[in-house]
């Protein structure tokens, strides 16, 4: 598969979440056809917004803007004599509050060996990263501008790598014990399973979408069998260029909400794009800055497109998981559409065969 089109649909969603589903959560949206009963977030209006910042001594002025979040509400607010934060909702239910302040501990790590990432703030008497009002949880961060990187240089992907090493060594030091990892059964198996239990697949494509779901995980345990025991440690878990920030100092990594324990290579496919030439050159561009903090093992790109089948196949469920938040079926109107299945069992088709590859060089 192109990754160029997985990362713009992605992008896509991420620009109508903004347009639509943020929008509608700022102003109270009225539940969607498909809800029996209001869902959380329909009480997270400004109003509610700006007496949880109240309730631990931040005062705003007013000023809201949605940001381009979607698993969580996050905005900008505009403080009284201060410059405007950054206040994240959790979704709830999603974490536990032991495995977000695991999140939490693992970018002040960072932040404190001046590793470019943006933490909660420790606010309120108790100077916690974690709040809660009216039954939400969340935290608050400082505002970091920055533009997309370019990708396409050779010198962008370098200087991103030897910051990615980083991390890395780091989240090598102690694991996770709250947060669970990007493995087969997470990523792969219980997300083909929550489907197949649910009606979200056409009936006349659900044993074709069954078949070619079973086919790309014995192609990921096989890509998995050919990679070996690899180590295992704390990541980013989403490092796409939507979640690095450039400016003229460098990158800044933002959004560790999706976190895990896993190999080192989950961090890096995502950086890639285009045919197999392009992604070679991108690759050795990463691990030209990579290797100056950390070893790389090349068994792990035996992971890339096992990876990114797991990807695939967790982002549907991920989409079904959330269809009864209502900003989804607005940001999302092509999911659960027999296109949208018929171009899935394509997609994976198309893993299968790239799964039994060679892996890239290096």
């Not at 999140?103 to 943006?118: D, G, M, Q, Y």
Request: hydrophobic share 40%.
């Amino acid at each position: 598969m192109n990754q160029d089109h997985f990362d713009d649909e992605e992008e896509d969603a991420r620009a109508a979440a903004l347009a639509a589903g943020m929008a509608d959560a700022l102003a109270g949206a009225a539940d969607s056809p498909q809800e029996q009963a209001p869902h959380p977030y329909s009480a997270l209006n400004p109003e509610c917004v700006l007496d949880a910042l109240d309730s631990i001594g931040l005062h705003g002025d007013g000023r809201l803007l949605a940001l381009n979040s979607y698993e969580n509400r996050v905005y900008q607010v505009g403080i009284e004599d201060a410059q405007p934060l950054v206040v994240k909702f959790y979704r709830p239910g999603r974490w536990s509050d032991a495995a977000i302040l695991e999140e939490h501990a693992f970018t002040e790590e960072l932040a404190a060996r001046e590793i470019p990432v943006v933490p909660a703030l420790p606010l309120g008497p108790d100077l916690a990263t974690l709040h809660r009002f009216n039954g939400f949880r969340f935290a608050v961060f400082t505002r970091h501008g920055g533009r997309a990187p370019e990708l396409s240089d050779p010198s962008v992907l370098e200087w991103t790598g030897r910051f990615i090493a980083r991390i890395h060594a780091v989240g090598a030091i102690k694991p996770y014990r709250e947060r669970p990892a990007i493995d087969i059964a997470t990523f792969g198996t219980e997300p083909c399973e929550y489907l197949q239990a649910n009606q979200f697949i056409p009936p006349d494509l659900k044993e074709a979408y069954a078949s070619v779901s079973a086919q790309a995980l014995d192609g990921v345990r096989r890509s998995y069998d050919r990679a070996g025991e690899l180590p295992q440690l704390r990541l980013h878990g989403d490092c796409h260029g939507g979640n690095v920030l450039w400016t003229d100092a460098g990158p800044h990594f933002v959004d560790f909400d999706d976190s895990r324990m896993g190999p080192a290579i989950q961090d890096l496919w995502m950086m890639l794009s285009g045919e197999r030439a392009d992604q070679v050159r991108q690759m050795s561009d990463i691990l030209a800055g990579y290797e100056d903090f950390c070893a790389f093992e090349p068994r792990q790109l035996h992971l890339v497109e096992a990876l990114r089948t797991l990807r695939l196949i967790h982002y549907s469920a991920w989409l079904a998981r959330r269809w009864d938040d209502p900003a989804f079926p607005v940001a999302f109107p092509w999911f659960n559409t027999q296109r949208y299945w018929q171009d899935r069992i394509l997609e994976l088709k198309e893993q299968i065969s790239l799964m039994d590859e060679p892996p890239l060089p290096i």
